[in-house]
């Protein structure tokens, strides 16, 4: 029996991802990435940002790690990597030079149009293709997560740690939300330019690994999701508090530096959000329905398709038009909620390309796509 609560959180979550890709484009805090802001006044859209950033990918990590518990109970490992390569791994490599190319030639010009004007153009696609990696760097650490989970569990063949962990008191709830601080703490607090420090940081592979394997081998046991369930109002209170006070003293400041992200506050409001955000789920929303459905199944396509949108969109307006700031953040928010789906549905159809780009599974019935995702089922 499936989890809807948990499908219903993945897809709403990766909504806000969206939602945030918006605001974070036009920021004007520094956030690296971004195209630019409007001056150099506070923009309070940029709120947002400091809501959101420090629980949402660390929650889908968790949620991944509950999700490759339950996939690898009904099937064996060798069958779940090789679906996790196929869903992952195909979409972050060969779909770089299928489709994110696009993506990353409106990176590069985000960057500064003279980065690529010395490069011959050969070389200039291999770049583009690189450079929209893009938001993709979730699911390459999704994949290398998922084979460090299979020796992991070579290791401990009986299963040892996860009987313990299903031990575990209640109050362990919240005292794991020191491991969330300690991975924060793996940051490289001083990044080098022009070294792959800052890549190290964007991937955050330590601290994103530990809510994976929290997942894994304690969130995916019904008790804890029970007392979860249970807390939701007392957690969502606590963690809107803890936010609004980390708000309140930073704003203004560039959210996503290494000090920033290991602060004591923002670490406690990270935890307590995912926590919230899995109990309120695990109470309120455990059904589905003819929407729910559709976007348990397409909700990682949006994500794959959706930054090209923004990337392409967003550069367009800010460079080329003289939109006032309003006019580009709604046109920017109705078309990556409306565009990314239509993109998704048509890429979708297209055999092979779809193999490419989505990691989907083409069966041989004739054309269609076997969309059954085997890397989640409970």
Not at 275 to 294: C, E, I, Q, R, V
Not at 298 to 321: D, E, N, P, R
């Amino acid at each position: 029996m499936r989890k809807h609560w948990m499908d219903n959180l993945r897809w709403v979550t990766v909504l806000l991802v969206l939602l945030y890709h918006v605001v974070y484009f036009y920021n004007n805090k520094g956030v690296f990435g971004g195209v630019g802001g409007f001056g150099d006044g506070p923009q309070y859209q940029d709120v947002l940002m400091y809501v959101l950033y420090p629980w949402f990918m660390p929650l889908l990590f968790l949620l991944a790690g509950i999700g490759a518990r339950y996939a690898l109970q009904n099937h064996s490992g060798k069958e779940w990597f090789k679906a996790r390569t196929r869903k992952l791994l195909v979409p972050a490599t060969i779909g770089l030079f299928v489709f994110q190319w696009m993506t990353g030639y409106f990176n590069t010009h985000v960057a500064g149009t003279d980065v690529m004007a010395a490069v011959p153009q050969p070389f200039k696609y291999f770049m583009w293709a690189v450079s929209g990696i893009g938001p993709l760097w979730f699911i390459q650490d999704l994949w290398l997560f998922s084979l460090i989970l299979l020796l992991i569990r070579k290791i401990d063949a009986k299963d040892h740690l996860y009987a313990w962990c299903g031990k575990l008191g209640s109050v362990w709830i919240i005292l794991l939300g020191v491991l969330f601080w300690l991975g924060e703490q793996t940051l490289i607090f001083n990044p080098r330019p022009e070294s792959a420090d800052g890549l190290y940081n964007l991937y955050k592979p330590v601290f994103y690994f530990i809510p994976f394997l929290l997942g894994y081998f304690f969130f995916s046991h019904d008790k804890v999701q029970d007392t979860l369930g249970k807390a939701w109002i007392v957690l969502m209170a606590v963690a809107l508090i803890s936010g609004a006070l980390l708000t309140f003293t930073t704003f203004g400041q560039n959210n996503t530096t290494p000090q920033y992200l290991a602060s004591p506050l923002n670490c406690l409001y990270g935890w307590l959000m995912c926590l919230a955000m899995m109990g309120w789920f695990k109470a309120k929303f455990d059904k589905t329905g003819a929407f729910a459905g559709y976007m348990t199944r397409s909700s990682f396509g949006l994500y794959i398709v959706h930054y090209l949108v923004i990337a392409s969109f967003g550069y367009m307006m800010k460079v080329y038009t003289a939109l006032p700031p309003v006019a580009m953040y709604l046109i920017l928010i109705v078309a990556v909620f409306s565009l990314s789906p239509l993109l998704y549905e048509i890429i979708r159809r297209i055999p092979v390309i779809n193999w490419c780009v989505l990691g989907e599974k083409v069966s041989c019935r004739g054309n269609k796509t076997d969309r059954k995702d085997v890397t989640t089922e409970k």
